[in-house]
């Protein structure tokens, strides 16, 4: 059984490295946003619609750059957030966090998982325009360059601690 203090580690872990995992899901998007035409701050701009409004962020007399700071806040809270339930998520079943491969592949699975929560349950009632985005590219960005970066970098990390942390049950 995790100690409190293990526990704790891990939920940090999964927070901190969700934001790094969440950069390079930005950079990844904003990439794809500009080779495709639609230009470098625009996956920012939609995320920061949610907050803002569409009007706000996305309309003729949007304030780009207030939307794209706002987007790339709200993204990176949101980064953290999926980060730390993922780390809940695995915290109770020490097999998910044992071996590089399977925590990575749970990961991989989870990033899947939010790509069809947020882009088919969630955003097409309140948030219709990211209905707009490329579904290849946003299986991509949410399965593989948050999913899979989250589960590399949480293995990275597992594999850097002491000893005595990566015994939360039978590891890390």
């Known amino acids: 059984m995790a100690t409190n203090g293990t526990a704790t580690r891990w939920l940090v872990w999964g927070g901190g490295l969700g934001l790094v995992?969440?950069?390079?899901?930005?950079?990844?998007?904003?990439?794809?946003?500009?080779?495709?035409?639609?230009?470098?701050?625009?996956?920012?701009?939609?995320?920061?619609a949610i907050p803002l409004g569409k009007a706000a962020?996305?309309?003729?007399?949007?304030n780009v750059m207030t939307a794209a700071?706002?987007?790339?806040?709200?993204?990176?809270?949101?980064?953290?957030?999926?980060?730390?339930v993922f780390a809940a998520i695995t915290l109770p079943i020490?097999?998910?966090?044992?071996?590089t491969a399977v925590l990575v592949g749970a990961a991989t699975v989870y990033g899947f998982l939010l790509w069809i929560v947020n882009f088919y349950l969630i955003a097409p009632g309140p948030f219709p325009w990211f209905g707009n985005a490329n579904p290849v590219v946003q299986f991509f960005a949410h399965t593989f360059f948050y999913?899979?970066?989250?589960?590399?970098?949480?293995?990275?990390?597992?594999?850097?601690?002491?000893?005595?942390?990566?015994?939360?049950g039978s590891a890390v």
């Open 57 to 62: 962020a996305l309309g003729p007399d949007a």
């Open 147 to 168: 999913g899979s970066a989250l589960g590399v970098l949480l293995a990275a990390r597992r594999a850097d601690a002491p000893a005595e942390g990566r015994t939360m």
């Open 69 to 84: 700071i706002v987007g790339g806040i709200t993204h990176m809270m949101l980064s953290i957030v999926y980060g730390v």
């Open 94 to 99: 020490p097999a998910l966090r044992r071996g």
């Open 21 to 48: 995992a969440g950069i390079v899901f930005a950079m990844f998007e904003m990439i794809m946003a500009a080779v495709m035409g639609d230009g470098f701050i625009m996956p920012m701009r939609m995320i920061g």
